[in-house]
């Protein structure tokens, strides 16, 4: 039974591993719309896992499954689509290509094996894709680069194979050579072999190449030969090789999946998947299958990430083995209004089974609204999810990804291990979100269930952080960029029957005094019975930024009784939160209590808080009253070529360039001193003017005071 995408439906049995050695946890990433989730549906067409191709367009495709995604026509979610070839189970983890939704980029390559960077013919590659491949190179991660739309007129093989080279470095070189890529692609040909796979009568044909390519087939195959040779652990085959002797072809083909399974060897293969009505062969999906099962590691061979008991200690040596101690991972959490919660597992060690008690461990980001749990919990049923269909498995082994059910407390980034010997898996690296947003619900109904909803998408995104500002009493949402914003505001709409709006973020001022000035607090109320006694009198001096808040005890003689000196402090402090001007919490500044008188009856605790109160603000109506911004250290890195740019950009928001210094691979660390008034969306702009390649970080500096210009509009706003 199909759905209406023509999509194998849930019925269909799930394929299960036996063993690691028959998994490949294959990552696809590139930048949006390089064709990474098309790609997904013409390998699930061509191993019969759906019964046709999904288009992107139409909302049908097996991993843009979400209400968002379809509406949007991209990606938002890393999903995952297992399918069997030549015996050998292949999860294929799409992940999304815009920069917003980064962290589920990262939770696919944490899962995966091998990374497929898809690129297309069109448009090249992006800042987003170099920047991941040094990520993947930092950690030995193996790579091949697939080039997608070689069918498209303005697609020029031959160009981005250059570029990935000059971009990607030595060890990239196509091991398929395109047949006609601009007059629709007509297949390929096997520098390898030399045998040419001919899709033009619709049917994969395997045929000699036409003479009129030979020449360039020689030259690349030599180019192919003389690369794959160097990675070689045969010493001996590039002294044979020059003098001229024919290289088996088996022995090179060996020596080209030790290599890519390695990470020193990265084979580029061509693709076309063509659309429309009369919509031809996808090509080169066998080629790119043979790669994915013959040349990317299996499970046993990648290494596991460190592992440590929950009590801390030294790493614990872990080996991907089914019947070893049970050591798996969070790699996505959704929770659904009407399933609950549902988290995609990736099992690195033992065997997961259903309806089995495991020991929970989170990594405790409290800052980002993440519990640091530690406990047991029960597995639900066990799934191998094809997009939105949830597909019953008996069991998980070691190397291999499915969904678990039921994890209540479960989160992104969580350890699932065996009660009895509790661990935590070291965390990935994820990127801090520094755009603020500011919401707030519609209604009474809506107020109501924010807290909750928003709790649910915390526990399933790592990269939103949840503020509550007391100071603002604004709830602030952290988020990625404003792709990342809507599709989580989205979200508490669709999903959760939550509306909210923005508002104007408002950033926390402060306020201090601009001279010395005395003040006379005069609480005085007689009304039957015991009244209300308290005079104080208080100098009050401004301090360097930075110094707090001082009190000062100078009175003599008892004319205030010692037990109301504390009041007085009590009163001074809480109209300090209060504010003398703007409404701001009052800073840096000594208050010194001088002089006074008391009642003998009348006189009280809260009558000298009061009069603390009353003394402060008389004073401040004596003096000009300064505003106070917050200042962050900035710093962004960028590429060398938007360090102009970015110099400038931070010097029209006010900031102060400290310095730069030059960082490997092409790049620049500037460092700035810049007010948060003026960054509230610079994690926006700063995309905007380095082409999505900058990113930077931000620590609270100091306080300073706020131009005069600005500080009257605050004062306006606020009055």
């Known amino acids: 039974m199909a759905d209406k995408g023509g999509h194998a439906g849930g019925p269909g049995r799930a394929p299960e591993a036996g063993r690691p050695d028959k998994v490949r946890n294959v990552a696809l990433v590139g930048h949006s719309g390089a064709g990474k989730?098309?790609?997904?549906?013409?390998?699930?067409?061509?191993?019969?896992?759906?019964?046709?191709?999904?288009?992107?367009?139409?909302?049908?495709?097996?991993?843009?499954?979400?209400?968002?995604?379809?509406?949007?026509?991209?990606?938002?979610?890393?999903?995952?689509?297992?399918?069997?070839?030549?015996?050998?189970?292949?999860?294929?983890?799409?992940?999304?290509?815009?920069?917003?939704?980064?962290?589920?980029?990262?939770?696919?390559?944490?899962?995966?094996?091998?990374?497929?960077?898809?690129i297309s013919a069109v448009d090249g590659i992006d800042g987003l894709t170099r920047q991941l491949w040094e990520e993947c190179a930092a950690v030995g991660m193996p790579r091949a680069v697939v080039i997608t739309k070689v069918d498209q007129q303005r697609g020029d093989f031959d160009d981005v194979v250059m570029t990935c080279?000059?971009?990607?470095?030595?060890?990239?070189?196509?091991?398929?050579?395109?047949?006609?890529?601009?007059?629709?692609?007509?297949?390929?040909?096997?520098?390898?072999?030399?045998?040419?796979?001919?899709?033009?009568?619709?049917?994969?044909?395997?045929?000699?190449?036409d003479p009129e390519f030979l020449d360039q087939i020689a030259e690349q195959r030599a180019a192919l030969i003389e690369g794959i040779i160097q990675e070689s652990e045969d010493e001996t085959l590039m002294d044979r090789y020059l003098a001229g002797e024919e290289i088996d072809v088996k022995a090179l083909t060996q020596d080209l999946e030790t290599a890519v399974a390695r990470g020193s060897f990265y084979p580029v293969l061509a693709t076309a998947v063509p659309h429309g009505a009369d919509a031809g062969p996808a090509v080169g999906m066998l080629e790119l299958l043979e790669v994915i099962t013959q040349a990317f590691p299996s499970p046993p061979e990648h290494g596991i990430p460190a592992v440590t008991a929950v009590g801390g200690g030294s790493p614990e040596q872990v080996r991907c083995d089914p019947d070893g101690p049970l050591v798996a991972e969070i790699v996505k959490t959704v929770s659904d209004p009407y399933v609950g919660r549902i988290s995609l597992v990736r099992v690195f060690s033992g065997t997961l089974r259903p309806d089995t008690v495991v020991h929970l461990s989170g990594h405790g980001l409290e800052d980002r609204g993440h519990e640091d749990h530690d406990v047991d919990e029960r597995v639900g049923a066990l799934s191998s999810p094809?997009?939105?269909?949830?597909?019953?498995?008996?069991?998980?082994?070691?190397?291999?990804?499915?969904?678990?059910?039921?994890?209540?407390?479960?989160?992104?980034?969580?350890?699932?291990?065996?009660?009895?010997?509790?661990?935590?898996?070291?965390?990935?690296?994820?990127?801090?979100?520094?755009?603020p947003v500011a919401i707030q619900a519609r209604s009474k109904a809506d107020?109501?269930?924010?807290?909750?909803?928003?709790?649910?998408?915390?526990?399933?995104?790592?990269?939103?952080?949840?503020?509550?500002?007391?100071?603002t009493r604004q709830l602030v949402l952290w988020c990625m960029g404003e792709a990342h914003a809507d599709v989580l505001i989205d979200r508490l709409s669709s999903r959760y029957g939550v509306e909210v709006e923005r508002i104007d973020l408002r950033i926390p001022l402060r306020e201090t005094f601009g001279a010395p000035a005395k003040g006379l607090g005069r609480h005085v109320k007689q009304s039957g019975g015991h009244g209300q006694y308290g005079i104080c009198h208080i100098e009050v001096e401004p301090l360097p930024s930075g110094a707090g808040f001082e009190f000062v005890d100078k009175i003599v003689g008892g004319v205030i009784p010692r037990q109301f000196i504390p009041s007085v402090e009590k009163g001074l402090r809480q109209q300090m939160a209060r504010g003398v001007s703007a409404g701001y919490p009052v800073v840096d500044i000594r208050v010194t209590l001088y002089d006074g008188k008391a009642h003998s009856v009348d006189s009280s605790d809260m009558a000298f808080q009061a009069a603390g109160a009353l003394a402060l603000k008389d004073a401040a109506a004596k003096v000009p009253i300064l505003l106070l911004e917050p200042v962050d250290e900035v710093g962004v890195l960028v590429a060398d070529e938007y360090v102009g740019a970015v110099m400038s950009d931070l010097t029209a928001r006010r900031g102060r360039v400290l310095g730069s210094e030059s960082v490997p691979g092409g790049r620049t660390m500037i460092r700035a001193e810049v007010p948060q008034l003026e960054i509230v969306r610079y994690a926006v702009d700063l995309r905007s003017l380095s082409q999505g390649t900058g990113t930077f970080s931000r620590t609270f500096l100091r306080y300073e005071p706020l131009p005069s210009h600005l500080a009257d509009k605050v004062a306006a706003a606020s009055g």
Not at 58 to 66: L, N, W
Not at 165 to 185: N, R, T, W
Not at 394 to 421: F, M, N, Q, W, Y
Not at 459 to 465: F, G, H, N, Q
């Open 37 to 118: 989730t098309t790609l997904v549906e013409a390998l699930l067409a061509a191993t019969g896992t759906i019964q046709r191709r999904g288009r992107v367009e139409d909302g049908t495709t097996v991993s843009d499954f979400d209400d968002v995604e379809m509406r949007q026509q991209r990606s938002v979610n890393l999903a995952l689509a297992p399918l069997v070839h030549a015996g050998i189970k292949v999860n294929l983890i799409d992940t999304p290509g815009y920069a917003d939704f980064v962290g589920d980029l990262r939770a696919g390559l944490r899962a995966a094996d091998a990374a497929l960077f898809v």
């Open 165 to 209: 080279q000059d971009v990607f470095g030595e060890g990239v070189a196509p091991v398929y050579f395109p047949i006609g890529s601009k007059d629709g692609l007509r297949g390929l040909i096997g520098l390898l072999t030399r045998r040419c796979f001919d899709y033009s009568t619709g049917e994969r044909v395997e045929c000699e190449p």
């Open 386 to 435: 094809l997009g939105k269909h949830q597909r019953p498995i008996s069991a998980c082994v070691a190397g291999d990804i499915c969904a678990v059910a039921k994890l209540g407390r479960a989160e992104t980034g969580d350890t699932l291990s065996d009660p009895a010997h509790p661990v935590v898996m070291a965390p990935w690296t994820m990127p801090d979100p520094l755009l």
């Open 447 to 471: 107020e109501d269930k924010l807290s909750q909803s928003l709790g649910r998408l915390v526990a399933e995104d790592p990269t939103l952080r949840l503020e509550n500002n007391s100071e």
